[in-house]
């Protein structure tokens, strides 16, 4: 499989699923008469990420799988402040993965990537083992960690929400 076909068309797919469940959220907010920014600051646990943190960090891993296999400087995004504002950002990811070079990140596979996180942990990588092993797997961990905290929060979701690209697919009955 491309390395372009593993990660920009898969990534743009889910965040379009992705703002399917913020809509959905925001809807059922409305609907039981709260404010969505209550969906927003929820977590599953204390010492995990909000759902607003959980869009940021979807977006980023997309982003930055662009950039990295680019060869591009890595950008920081921030975490949005509202429903607007999550959706804006998965629009304006949306854009950037569209603008894509495909050839450049087809070509990247054994370009050197690492990953440097806190307390000196550097993941050394080729362009193949990031997109397959880290890149791809960060965004769907927190893809379905923002599916799950809307879930645990009461808003009415299903596999036709999360892989709504494969439900597109469903014949439908004929009249």
């Given at each position: 499989?491309?390395?372009?076909?593993?990660?920009?068309?898969?990534?743009?797919?889910?965040?379009?699923?992705?703002?399917?469940?913020?809509?959905?959220?925001?809807?059922?907010?409305?609907?039981?008469?709260?404010?969505?920014?209550?969906?927003?600051?929820?977590?599953?646990a204390p010492d995990m990420y909000d759902?607003?943190?959980?869009?940021?960090?979807?977006?980023?891993?997309?982003?930055?799988?662009?950039?990295?296999?680019?060869?591009?400087?890595?950008?920081?995004?921030?975490?949005?402040?509202?429903?607007?504002?999550?959706?804006?950002?998965?629009?304006?990811?949306?854009?950037?993965?569209?603008?894509?070079?495909?050839?450049?990140?087809?070509?990247?596979?054994?370009?050197?990537?690492?990953?440097?996180?806190?307390?000196?942990?550097?993941?050394?990588?080729?362009?193949?083992?990031?997109?397959?092993?880290?890149?791809?797997?960060?965004?769907?961990?927190?893809?379905?960690?923002?599916?799950?905290?809307?879930?645990?929060?009461?808003?009415?979701?299903?596999?036709?929400?999360?892989?709504?690209?494969?439900?597109?697919?469903?014949?439908?009955?004929?009249?």
């Amino acid at each position: 499989m491309s390395i372009y076909a593993m990660t920009v068309p898969c990534f743009a797919q889910m965040l379009r699923a992705l703002n399917t469940l913020l809509c959905k959220g925001e809807e059922r907010a409305r609907e039981l008469g709260f404010d969505p920014q209550n969906l927003l600051d929820a977590r599953l646990a204390p010492d995990m990420y909000d759902l607003a943190a959980q869009v940021r960090f979807t977006c980023t891993q997309a982003r930055e799988a662009v950039q990295r296999l680019s060869g591009l400087p890595v950008t920081a995004l921030q975490a949005p402040a509202s429903m607007a504002e999550a959706k804006a950002l998965i629009e304006h990811t949306l854009a950037f993965l569209a603008a894509a070079d495909r050839q450049v990140i087809e070509s990247s596979g054994q370009r050197a990537v690492a990953i440097a996180l806190p307390n000196a942990i550097t993941f050394d990588m080729s362009g193949e083992e990031y997109a397959l092993n880290w890149a791809t797997p960060q965004f769907y961990f927190h893809l379905v960690t923002a599916y799950n905290i809307l879930r645990h929060n009461g808003v009415p979701l299903g596999k036709a929400e999360y892989a709504q690209h494969m439900f597109a697919y469903l014949r439908q009955p004929q009249s």
